[in-house]
């Protein structure tokens, strides 16, 4: 089926649904990002830097399905697979049918480990504060 109307929902093949949220605040999304299967974020948005959607997804070890557009793969670990080109429906589609076989939460999880907790971001700033604070007194 399809959407009529002002549905943001779709059911799909297989009982599976596609379902369009907006805007949530930080207890809704903390909520959907626990119910969700997988995160698709088809980004083309011209100043895309480092989303944070993303990095809040892999941090709930959710599988991510997003474009090779500008910064956004250097967040995923190296030949991640969930990478399309954007604006391309028919990979995105693709990659969502496929979404289970590549058993992806787990190397996200860890890969969120390893580049973008909590301790290590607060680490690099220091590193980074200490290095203007030097720089400024010579």
């Not at 299967?37 to 399905?65: K, N, R």
Request: charged share 25%; net charge negative.
């Amino acid at each position: 089926g399809g959407a009529e109307g002002g549905d943001r929902r779709w059911e799909m093949e297989k009982g599976a649904c596609v379902e369009l949220v907006g805007f949530l605040n930080s207890v809704q999304k903390k909520s959907a990002l626990e119910e969700a299967d997988c995160l698709v974020f088809p980004t083309f948005y011209e100043s895309e830097a480092q989303p944070l959607v993303l990095l809040e997804a892999m941090s709930a070890g959710l599988p991510v399905i997003t474009t090779s557009w500008r910064g956004v793969p250097e967040i995923l670990p190296e030949g991640y697979c969930g990478v399309v080109t954007p604006r391309s429906a028919a990979e995105f589609a693709q990659e969502i049918l496929r979404v289970n076989e590549h058993q992806l939460s787990d190397k996200l999880r860890a890969h969120f480990n390893r580049h973008f907790d909590t301790k290590k971001h607060l680490c690099a700033l220091l590193v980074l504060l200490l290095g203007e604070a030097t720089r400024a007194q010579v």
